[in-house]
């Protein structure tokens, strides 16, 4: 990542055309993954496989999800191999 022009606020353009409507998915400009919490809302900023850094709007329900998901395949991918360890 060395090499890339940093963000500069005063330089930045509208990334929504004029009179746009509609939801859209911006890319995100943080370092590394992040969590933004809001009071109703929370914001998990990743990497995509093709290196893009997006937001993902998130309810409390649904970040209880993604914790059990994770969680269950970090548990798997830990697990032995047919019961042998290395």
């Not at 943080?30 to 993902?56: C, S």
């Amino acid at each position: 990542m060395t090499g890339l022009k940093p963000f500069l606020p005063n330089e930045a353009r509208d990334a929504l055309p004029e009179g746009a409507e509609g939801d859209f998915l911006l890319p995100v400009c943080m370092p590394y993954f992040e969590l933004l919490v809001g009071e109703d809302l929370a914001v998990v900023v990743l990497n995509t496989a093709e290196g893009q850094r997006i937001g993902v709007p998130m309810g409390l329900q649904s970040l209880y999800d993604l914790k059990e998901t994770v969680s269950e395949a970090l548990r798997m991918l830990q697990a032995p191999v047919n019961g042998e360890t290395d």
